[in-house]
Structure formats: structure tokens, C-alpha cells
């Protein structure tokens, strides 16, 4: 780095200290990555709720055939078969 008469280091010194402190996600043009980001974590939690939703309302539509547990350890398991409507 070269050194004027005056003392100063000149403008690489300014451009290397510029370039230091700029940081590259910051500027308007990440503005919409931003906003978009901001937006995700409660669509996600919308979409995940309706999802769940749907499952439990469809959950046994169309099946005929059910399976009931044992209730102790003596007892089986049963299955009831359900007439087709």
C-alpha cells in the first residue's frame, strides 16, 4: 500500500474496509427472500393442520373390516366385519 504525502493509505484501504464491513445478505434486492421466509414457517403449520384434518375424516372411509385390540392378556383380538353399503 502506498503512502501520499499527506499520510493517508489511500482509497485500497477504504475499498478493502468497504468491502469487509458490506455484508452480502443485506440490500433491498433480498427484501423478497425475506418476506417470503417470513411467510413460511406458518404456512407450513396451516397446511400441516388441514392435512391432518383431511386424515382424520377420511381415516376409515371404505373400510368394512375393523380390529379390536385385546382388552387383557387372557383375551384375543376380534374382528368385525361391517356390511357394504
Known sequence: MAVNEEGDRGTEQRELADAVD???WEGSNWELL????????PTLVVMALLVGI???KFYNSGANTF???PKG???TAKLYQRAPE
Do not use: R, V, Y
Not at 425475506?34 to 414457517?41: D, H, Y
Open 67 to 69: 380390529l379390536e385390540m
Open 34 to 41: 425475506g418476506k417470503a421466509a417470513s411467510i413460511t414457517i
Open 22 to 24: 458490506k455484508d452480502f
Open 73 to 75: 392378556p387372557d383375551d
Open 54 to 56: 383431511f386424515a382424520a
